[in-house]
């Protein structure tokens, strides 16, 4: 199949999203395809009431255009489009949804790794396109791997640069051959009049085939994650409404789903296929009360995050402007010996004053304060800190549970998973599941600690990304106010010899281990590389820092300076960052003004922040932590200087992902989803559901 003149053929279901249908089609058409593969297009449009059939047909008239009678859903639809394809005997068909924006070399792609799979004796095999989300760029929908102990948990594969084995895949861009499709007859009969599932029982059973499911390398093409509220959820809806959902199109129909359940769940399948009906039941029955008890206009939201930092001062004001919230912020010192710094500015909300009980050691939060005044009936939600050590929290998660009020949403970093081992470190890891799984919303800050939740059973529905970061917009803005001029005065001001700098800036600790950043520049300058380092912070180990810089001509020390007009200089005459471990917030810092970060690879101390590091796309990770290897990779950054504007290019971009703007949203679609109501429109619209027509 890998020579000679070869067809793809695309299918796509559309149902009443016109504008999203024809940009989809315009993309595919705009494929850059090699020589010798050529591209049709189905289009599947179930009844939609806004035109489309009428508007692909006009734009693209070279499209084999089929019709429902608005009963198909996905999964008909593209069963019927499928087998329409298949007729025609093409090399390929090309699974499609129409909210997915191809990328210019998507369809090539996935050939060439079917091909590439196939020449290394792999077989044919069927190849899933990941897709990444427009606004971050992180994964939004791909392959899946199967979770070890429940069979019908499925969890993402994240895109690598390389091929990658799949069990099953969500059916947004997929090549199926069609030796393949026909040897599985293609999408089963049973999922007529279903929106999902279908794809993920074709992935199951093309590997109970023995016909090998990949994941392209890379990414394919953007589509946004749908967050539209399950309907057994929407309070707004009639209980009749609510329960008939469970066996609708969106939900589990039983003849769809008890095939599904037949055919993956094992000996124990009945169980599998009762679950998630007895699960949603409840919350079916519920959505009503709680809609009522939560009317649309100004939902009161205590906001007990904690110790409020002068770093989280951005996101409150962004809060601020949010309208139609009653949003009161808990706000007092942390204990003696904790990590975060209260801010003694002004809050932009309404402010609780509260005062905290610490664990003896005083690190850490035994009770955060305001719980009674949160319990008091003032309030319909309440964001709090994910720590299983604050019974502060714990009483407003039991509260939740026993009353129903207030809806909880739970933020932070959710390590659900974790190398830790004894009897301690279990129950903890065990604490941390059981608190999540009982919150109304999650705010876990990046994707993989989001798909931790997931894989240990929060819905996904009831998941948010929420970026801890800085204000990226601010500290842009400082970047672009400062003249060359000044770069050159801040150089001359720190003492700063010519030649590439390296900057670190944040707290002296011992667990930053920045005396490897000194050891690696003072080995570089003996062997006669041009560079320096710039320290600047205070810190508990600052003497010992001082000690180490005190014979190194290339190492200067500065105090700790917190003003970005004062900070902006230097990170313009950076040449990258560089933290060894203990990675935090510092590389949304450097990432904001474009500047690329250096650290170690598994540094034990790196916080969730390091999932924002790419290797080699916006920073370095050094093979392991000490001084030579650390070295090596800031060799490389004064060797190539096309590598460093490279990872510049891609520090700003993954910059763009992390604005204040994008964590605000993320804060309300968690309110939005755990008060049970869309009737306030404070957050973007849902996108169009994952599987194509949205109905």
């Known amino acids: 199949m890998s020579g000679g003149a070869r067809r793809v053929t695309a299918v796509l279901a559309c149902h009443g999203r016109v504008a999203v249908t024809l940009e989809a089609l315009a993309g595919l058409f705009a494929q850059a395809l090699p020589a010798g593969l050529s591209l049709d297009v189905v289009v599947v449009d179930d009844a939609s009431p806004d035109g489309t059939a009428e508007a692909v047909a006009e734009r693209f008239p070279q499209v084999r255009l089929l019709h429902g009678d608005g009963g198909l859903w996905w999964a008909g639809a593209m069963a019927l489009g499928l087998g329409e394809a298949a007729r025609s005997a093409p090399d390929f068909l090309l699974w499609l949804n129409d909210d997915v924006r191809l990328d210019g070399g998507a369809v090539a792609a996935l050939v060439a790794c079917h091909d590439a799979w196939r020449t290394n004796g792999g077989g044919a095999p069927v190849v899933v396109g990941a897709t990444r989300d427009p606004e971050t760029g992180r994964l939004s929908y791909g392959g899946q791997r199967r979770h070890p102990r429940r069979p019908f948990r499925f969890l993402p594969v994240e895109p690598a640069d390389f091929a990658q084995p799949c069990d099953t895949f969500q059916g947004n861009i997929v090549l199926v051959p069609r030796a393949v499709h026909e040897r599985l007859g293609g999408i089963s009969r049973a999922f007529v009049g279903v929106q999902g599932t279908a794809d993920t029982d074709f992935g199951l059973r093309a590997g109970q085939s023995g016909v090998p499911v990949v994941q392209a390398p890379g990414t394919l093409g953007t589509c946004a994650p749908n967050r539209a509220m399950p309907p057994w959820s929407d309070g707004a809806r009639p209980l009749r409404d609510r329960l008939a959902a469970l066996v609708g199109p969106r939900g589990f129909p039983p003849r769809g789903w008890l095939t599904f359940a037949r055919r993956h769940g094992g000996p124990l399948w009945p169980v599998w296929a009762a679950s998630p009906y007895l699960s949603r039941a409840w919350t079916a029955l519920t959505a009503g009360s709680a809609a009522s008890r939560f009317p649309p206009a100004r939902p009161r939201v205590a906001l007990m995050d904690g110790v409020i930092a002068h770093y989280r001062l951005p996101f409150l004001h962004q809060l601020a402007r949010a309208e139609g919230w009653a949003i009161s912020v808990f706000h007092g010192p942390g204990p003696a010996n904790f990590g975060a710094v209260m801010t003694t500015e002004p809050l932009p909300l309404p402010t609780v004053p509260v005062r905290h009980r610490s664990w003896p050691g005083g690190r850490r939060i035994a009770w955060t304060g305001g719980v009674m005044e949160a319990l ?320």
């Open 376 to 695: 008091s009936g003032r309030y319909d939600a309440v964001i709090a800190a994910f720590h299983v050590h604050d019974l502060g929290v714990w009483t407003l998660w039991l509260a939740r549970r026993l009353t129903g009020r207030p809806r909880l949403v739970l933020s932070g970093h959710f390590r659900l998973d974790g190398a830790e081992t004894g009897l301690v470190a279990a129950l903890r890891r065990r604490l941390r599941v059981v608190m999540a799984r009982g919150a109304d919303a999650v705010l876990p800050y990046t994707p993989r600690f989001a798909a931790q939740c997931v894989a240990h059973g929060v819905a996904a529905d009831r998941v948010f990304v929420t970026h801890n970061t800085i204000d990226v917009a601010a500290v842009r803005a400082a970047g672009a106010a400062v003249s060359g001029d000044e770069v050159a005065a801040a150089r001359r001001r720190h003492g700063l010899p010519d030649g590439p700098v390296f900057l670190f800036i944040g707290r002296l600790y011992a667990a930053k281990r920045v005396d490897l950043a000194i050891r690696a520049v003072a080995a570089l300058r003996r062997r006669g590389r041009a560079c320096s380092l710039l320290v600047v912070g205070d810190g508990p180990h600052r003497p010992r820092i001082e000690s180490l810089a005190a014979g190194e001509d290339g190492v200067r020390l500065a105090p700790a300076l917190f003003d970005e007009a004062q900070l902006a200089p230097l990170f313009r005459l950076a040449t990258a960052v560089v933290c060894p471990d203990s990675v935090g917030l510092l590389i949304a810092h450097a990432f904001a003004y474009g500047v690329p970060l250096v650290t170690c690879r598994d540094a034990p101390g790196h916080g969730v922040e390091i999932d924002y590091l790419r290797h080699g796309e916006n920073g370095l990770l050094a093979d392991s932590l000490d001084a030579d290897a650390l070295a090596a990779s800031l060799e490389t950054l004064l060797d190539r200087p096309d590598l460093v504007e490279h990872l510049r290019e891609g520090a700003r971009r993954t910059a763009d992902g992390l604005t204040i703007e994008a964590v605000v949203a993320a804060n309300l679609a968690a309110l939005r989803r755990a008060l049970g109501t869309d009737a306030h429109a404070l957050a973007p619209a849902s996108t169009p559901a994952s599987k194509g027509p949205s109905q």
